[in-house]
C-alpha cells in the first residue's frame, strides 16, 4: 500500500517567495495533518482536517500559511510570503477513525530551506 | 505548561544496556498514550500503543500511570539499530466526534554504542 505522500521533498527558495507543498494521504484515511519540526521547537501541529474541513488551525503560525484540502485524497500547505525563520521540516500525516489506537502515517516530509 | 513533557537526554548507552524514558502529561482528560520513533532525517513512525494495564513487546516494555499522568517506555537488551529520537505522544479527544489532535513530546534521543 501507498503511504503518505509529500512533495517536494527538498526545496530551496528565497526571501518573499511563495512556496507550495502537497501532500496525499493514505486512502480511506479521514484525517489530515500538517507538522512542522525545527530543532528548537520539536513537532508542531499547524492545521489538520477530517473529511476535508479544516477543524484546529490554531497552530498556523501567521496568515503567511494557509492550507486546503480540496478533496480526500489531496491537501496542500502554502507559505506566501516565505520567510528565512520557516525553514523547517513540514509533514503530512493522515490517519483513519476506524483504525484502533488511531496510529498517525506520516510522509517523508518536505524539508525547506529559504534563503 | 506543555501537553507532553519529556526529557530531552541524550541518552548514551552501551549495546546490551537497559534504558528508561520517561514522560509526563498535563492534561488528565488525554485518552490514548504512545511512543514514536524517529531515526535521523526520516519521518516519526509508530513503535508502541501504551496501555493502562501496560505491554510488553519484545525487548520494550511501556507502562502508563493515569494517577500521575506518567508514561514510560523501557528498553532491554539496547542494539546500536535501536538509536533513535523517542517521541512520546498523547491523544485527547476532540469536540464532538473528532478523534482529537495528537500532542507529541520533544523527543528523547537515544545513542546505543558498541
Known amino acids: 500500500d501507498a503511504g503518505v505522500i509529500q512533495s517536494p521533498r527538498h526545496e530551496v527558495t528565497e526571501m518573499g517567495q511563495e512556496v507550495t507543498l502537497r501532500c496525499k494521504p493514505i486512502?480511506?484515511?479521514?484525517?489530515l495533518f500538517w507538522y512542522r519540526q525545527t530543532m528548537m521547537r520539536g513537532l508542531e501541529l499547524l492545521i489538520y482536517f477530517n473529511n476535508n474541513v479544516p477543524i484546529d488551525d490554531s497552530g498556523m503560525p501567521e496568515d503567511r500559511f494557509s492550507a486546503k484540502m480540496p478533496n480526500a485524497s489531496f491537501s496542500t500547505l502554502k507559505i506566501q510570503p516565505s520567510e528565512p525563520r520557516d525553514s523547517a521540516v513540514y509533514f503530512c500525516?493522515?490517519?483513519?477513525?476506524?483504525?484502533?489506537?488511531?496510529?498517525?502515517?506520516f510522509g517523508e516530509g518536505s524539508r525547506l530551506t529559504v534563503l | 505548561r506543555k501537553e507532553v513533557e519529556q526529557d530531552p537526554g541524550p541518552f548514551n548507552v552501551p549495546e546490551g544496556a537497559t534504558v528508561a524514558f520517561n514522560c509526563t502529561y498535563s492534561n488528565s482528560a488525554s485518552q490514548s498514550f504512545f511512543w514514536y520513533r524517529q531515526d535521523c532525517r526520516k519521518e516519526p513512525k509508530l513503535l508502541m500503543s501504551v496501555y493502562s494495564s501496560g505491554n510488553e513487546d519484545g525487548r520494550f516494555t511501556a507502562q502508563l500511570n493515569r494517577a500521575s499522568q506518567y508514561i514510560s517506555l523501557l528498553i532491554r537488551d539496547s542494539k546500536l539499530s535501536d538509536s533513535a529520537t523517542y517521541l512520546c505522544?498523547?491523544?485527547?479527544?476532540?469536540?464532538?466526534?473528532?478523534?482529537?489532535?495528537?500532542?507529541f513530546g520533544r523527543g528523547t534521543q537515544l545513542t546505543v554504542w558498541p
Open positions: 500525516a493522515s490517519r483513519s477513525w476506524d483504525r484502533v489506537g488511531g496510529e498517525l502515517f
Open positions: 505522544v498523547v491523544n485527547r479527544s476532540g469536540r464532538g466526534s473528532t478523534l482529537g489532535r495528537l500532542y
Open positions: 486512502s480511506g484515511h479521514d484525517y
